[in-house]
């Protein structure tokens, strides 16, 4: 039974002739072709390999099947993977990384400092511009007319100054001299006082003379006037006494503004003898008068320093019509053309100093805990792919939320724990940026080396 099992596999494995499809051809005889001819060419043998391709790679695989089925290759993986594990937790316990990083500079706004009309503007944004260089020139008219006065006032206060500074020993000397001629004048008043009391008595007596002949010319022109109606005395003779009589009424009248004159004369002569000893009384205060000499003279030297300082006022305002650049660096934000009339304080545009950068590392705050000032970082620039060197400089006094415009308020509300993020300022080492190619905004990975 078993021999004739084994003789019907042969028969299917090699099938008669007869017992052959139409157009099969017998396998031996191929073989024996294939032998005859040799290979045929690089198709035949791709051909031929790619059947023979499935079953190397069915046996392949149960190969690696079983290696890794085996218990010494499966222990010596695990112990791989648990070295490289503990070699990268090694590594990573090294160092402290974030990407919310920036390199950070100075941006030194420029602004005019006197208002005026722009003249001249002598940069374009993103120029390289040195300290001192004049970047912006406004109009000069005005304060070129303020100086040249500021000039003329300071001088005219040193003049003055220079006077009440030599008037102080003159007034000294002068005092006696004043005394002695104070006392005159109030003895002049006096005997002033005295003529003009006489005056005054004459001419009362020349009042009371004018009175009495101004009635007895009223009296004859009383008795005249009905002789005249009567025509016992002629026209002219009665016009003469009525001449007469108004020629005593004025006489009377002069006399007495004499006598009022002469009166005021007395009142004058007394108010000149009042002044006069009040002169007296005020040369009498020689020291006081030295004094107040010297206080002039020290009020016209303050007067002097003052337009000294107003004079120096308009000599930082001419030159402020010219806008320098504070710091060495590249130009930004440009906001000024010429005619523009410019106010103090407005931002004509701002300049970067490229030489002083630095990256400023918002770290988690349980980052924190190894992070110390001095430390060496390494720092990843993105936009050059390249590495720099660096320390850390400083950690900041507090998180980034509680210098925000709104810090949270967290007793109000639900409260959610967020970490928080604290910035740390690293500085780069220096002589590694030559060519000024950090800008501040780059972003930034930096790695603090801890450990």
Excluded: C
């Excluded at 059947?51 to 695990?78: C, H, I, Y």
């Excluded at 402290?96 to 003249?119: F, K, M, P, W, Y």
């Excluded at 005054?200 to 009383?222: M, N, V």
């Amino acid at each position: 039974m078993a021999d004739n099992d084994r003789n019907n596999l042969k028969e299917q494995e090699n099938p008669k002739p007869e017992d052959r499809p139409k157009g099969e051809s017998d396998p031996k005889d191929e073989a024996g072709k294939q032998e005859e001819s040799g290979t045929k060419g690089e198709a035949g043998r791709k051909d031929q390999g790619s059947g023979d391709k499935p079953e190397e790679g069915k046996d392949l695989k149960s190969r690696v099947k079983r290696l890794f089925r085996s218990r010494k290759v499966q222990v010596g993986m695990a112990v791989v993977v648990l070295v490289v594990g503990l070699l990268v937790w090694w590594y990573t316990s090294l160092w402290e990384s974030t990407d919310d990083a920036q390199v950070n500079g100075h941006l030194n706004q420029i602004s005019a400092r006197v208002s005026g009309q722009v003249l001249k503007v002598n940069f374009e944004n993103n120029q390289f511009v040195k300290a001192g260089m004049v970047l912006v020139e406004l109009d000069q008219s005005d304060y070129r007319v303020a100086y040249d006065r500021a000039l003329a006032e300071q001088a005219e206060a040193a003049a003055t100054a220079s006077a009440a500074r030599v008037g102080v020993p003159i007034t000294s000397v002068d005092t006696a001299s004043q005394v002695a001629a104070a006392r005159a004048r109030v003895d002049n008043a006096k005997a002033g006082i005295v003529a003009a009391a006489k005056q005054h008595e004459a001419a009362r007596a020349r009042l009371e003379e004018a009175r009495a002949y101004a009635a007895k010319a009223q009296s004859d022109l009383r008795r005249y006037t009905p002789l005249v109606n009567k025509d016992i005395i002629s026209r002219q003779q009665y016009d003469q006494v009525q001449a007469t009589a108004q020629a005593a009424t004025a006489s009377v009248e002069a006399a007495d503004a004499a006598m009022r004159a002469a009166g005021q004369q007395a009142i004058q002569a007394r108010g000149q003898l009042a002044q006069m000893q009040a002169e007296l009384r005020t040369a009498s205060t020689a020291p006081q008068q030295v004094r107040v000499a010297r206080s002039r003279s020290q009020s016209a030297l303050a007067e002097l320093n003052r337009a000294d300082s107003a004079l120096k006022q308009a000599e930082l305002n001419l030159g402020y019509t010219k806008v320098v650049a504070p710091v060495n660096g590249i130009t930004g934000k440009k906001t000024v053309e010429i005619g523009q009339n410019v106010v103090p304080g407005q931002a004509l545009a701002y300049v970067v100093p490229v030489d002083d950068v630095w990256v400023t590392a918002n770290f988690k705050e349980n980052q924190l805990r190894k992070i110390r000032p001095g430390q060496r970082v390494q720092i990843k620039v993105d936009a050059y792919d390249t590495k720099y060197d660096g320390y850390v400089e400083n950690i900041g006094a507090a998180s980034g939320a509680r210098f925000s415009l709104f810090p949270p308020e967290n007793a109000t509300g639900n409260y959610v724990k967020v970490v928080q993020r604290i910035p740390v300022r690293i500085r780069f080492n220096a002589g590694q940026d030559p060519g000024h190619l950090l800008r501040p905004g780059m972003s930034v990975v930096p790695k603090v080396r801890v450990q």
